[in-house]
C-alpha cells in the first residue's frame, strides 16, 4: 500500500470513532495501537500491478464462492489493527459489516522503497496472526520478485521472477510472474521484454532460412 503518514502524534481515538469516520472520510486512513495514519497516493507501477492480480483473481473467481476484494476495502487484525491491503481473498466472511474483512485467505501488499518495512515487517507480523490467512504475496514495484509466504510452508518466503509462475494452493490459481509485471516499467522488465523480442528475431530468422 501507499506511503503511510501519521495523521495527529498526539490525538489517540476509539476503534469505533475510527470505522465512523473512515465511513464519510475522502482520504483512507489505517488505524493502529489508536493512531490513524493517513494513506497517500500511489505510483502508476504500483497501480498496474495491483489491477493486473485482481483481474487474474477476479477471473479464476467468477463463479466461485471465493471473493476477491481491492485496496478499498480494509482488513481487520487480531491486534485490533485495520489495514488496507493493495488485494485480498475472502471465502468465508465472518464480519457483518460492509466496509471490513476479518477472515481472509490472501493478503497481497505491492512494495515500494517508502512501504517495504511496513509491509515486510509490520503488517507481516499482523496478518500472519490472522487464523484464516493462508498465503501473503508481497510485489515489488521497483524491480522483479513476488514473494509468497504460506501456512503450509511454516511461512517460508518463496520467491518468483520472471519467467516463473507462482500456485496460489488456497484458491487452486496459477500465475504467471509476466502477467503480473504487464505494462510495468522497471529495468528488470524492460530487460525481459528484449531478451524475449532478441529470441523471437532468431527463431524467425531460423525460420526464414
Known amino acids: 500500500m501507499s506511503t503511510l503518514a501519521k495523521k495527529d502524534t498526539t490525538d489517540f481515538i476509539s476503534e469505533k470513532e475510527y470505522l465512523d469516520g473512515e465511513v464519510t472520510s475522502e482520504v483512507k486512513h489505517e488505524y493502529v495501537n489508536g493512531a490513524v495514519f493517513a494513506m497517500a497516493g500511489t505510483s502508476k507501477n504500483h497501480e498496474r500491478i495491483s489491477v493486473n492480480i485482481l483481474m487474474e483473481l477476479s477471473l479464476h473467481l467468477k463463479n466461485h464462492p471465493c471473493e476477491p476484494f481491492g485496496s478499498d476495502i480494509k482488513v ?3 491486534t485490533g489493527s485495520y489495514r488496507y491491503p493493495d488485494c485480498m481473498v475472502v471465502c468465508d466472511d465472518d464480519s457483518d459489516d460492509e466496509y471490513y474483512i476479518q477472515s481472509p485467505v490472501i493478503l497481497v501488499e505491492v ?5 517495504r518495512q511496513v509491509d515486510e515487517k509490520d503488517k507481516r507480523v499482523e496478518y500472519l496472526h490472522i487464523p484464516s490467512l493462508q498465503e501473503y504475496i508481497l510485489i515489488e514495484q521497483d524491480f522483479v520478485d513476488v514473494e509468497v509466504v504460506r501456512r503450509s510452508a511454516g511461512w517460508q518466503s ?5 519467467g516463473d509462475e507462482l500456485y496460489l494452493e488456497s484458491i487452486d490459481l496459477t500465475i504467471s510472474v509476466e502477467d503480473l509485471y504487464q505494462r510495468v516499467k522497471n529495468q528488470d522488465v524492460d530487460e ?11 527463431k524467425e530468422e531460423e525460420v526464414k532460412e
Open 158 to 162: 518463496q520467491h518468483y521472477f520472471l
Open 76 to 78: 481487520r487484525v487480531p
Open 111 to 115: 512494495l515500494s522503497r517508502s512501504t
Open 192 to 202: 525481459y521484454l528484449l531478451a524475449q523480442q532478441a529470441l523471437q528475431d532468431e
